[in-house]
């Protein structure tokens, strides 16, 4: 399976590494230059060690990328995490980064697109172009903790969140243990 892991300037940067750590060479990698700096302001991790964990590393800004196209074949987009900037011009159409045009073409090649925003509280604004993208196909799934299950760790909760989001991508893990009675 091909994923592309976008990663825009919200915070919970830690949220797209530990989803590249389990893809591994299944994932490429794009970031925004807010997710570079994100990144090392909130975590341990430097984005040039981060590089080496994907297949493949894209500029943002290289819209000649063969991934801009729908004639790649790549199975998913997952944006994690994903900035309001960056999810209201997706639900607009507009692709004027390689993060929003690989969006626009899970959305017109009907493939799988997860977006996982982070802000809190959220406009009317962001909310009404949350539910557009949900009609759209997309899934959103905000980095809500499962209370129920107890999280004893930030990196419990994370893992969970990852875990979700490989469910929606089909693929096995271990990286929660499911609810039971
Ligand atoms: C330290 C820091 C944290 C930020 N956290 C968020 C956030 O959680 N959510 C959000 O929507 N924007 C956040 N922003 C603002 C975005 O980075 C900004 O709107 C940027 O233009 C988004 O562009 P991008 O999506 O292309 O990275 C943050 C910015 C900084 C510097």
Do not use: Q, W
Not at 79 to 98: E, M, Q, V, W
């Amino acid at each position: 399976m091909k994923v592309i892991v976008a990663m825009s300037g919200a915070s919970g940067a830690i949220i797209g590494i530990r989803l590249l750590e389990v893809l591994g060479k299944n994932a490429v990698l794009i970031a925004s230059k807010n997710a570079k700096d994100i990144i090392e302001y909130e975590t341990s991790y430097s984005y040039e060690a981060l590089a080496d964990v994907p297949s493949k590393v894209y500029d943002n800004n290289n819209l000649s990328a063969e991934i801009a196209s729908g004639t790649s074949k790549f199975d998913a987009v997952v944006i994690a995490p994903c900035s309001t900037s960056t999810l209201s011009k997706i639900a607009c159409g507009i692709g004027d980064n390689l993060i929003t045009r690989v969006a626009s073409v899970a959305l017109k090649e009907r493939r799988k697109l997860i977006i996982v925003p982070r802000e809190t509280p959220l406009s009317p604004v962001v909310l009404k172009r949350m539910y557009e993208l949900s009609l759209m196909g997309a899934v959103i799934m905000p980095p809500v903790p499962a209370f129920y299950l107890k999280p004893k760790s930030v990196d419990e909760i994370v893992n969970y969140l990852v875990g979700k989001i490989m469910d929606h991508l089909g693929l096995e893990h271990s990286l929660y243990e499911p609810y039971t009675e």
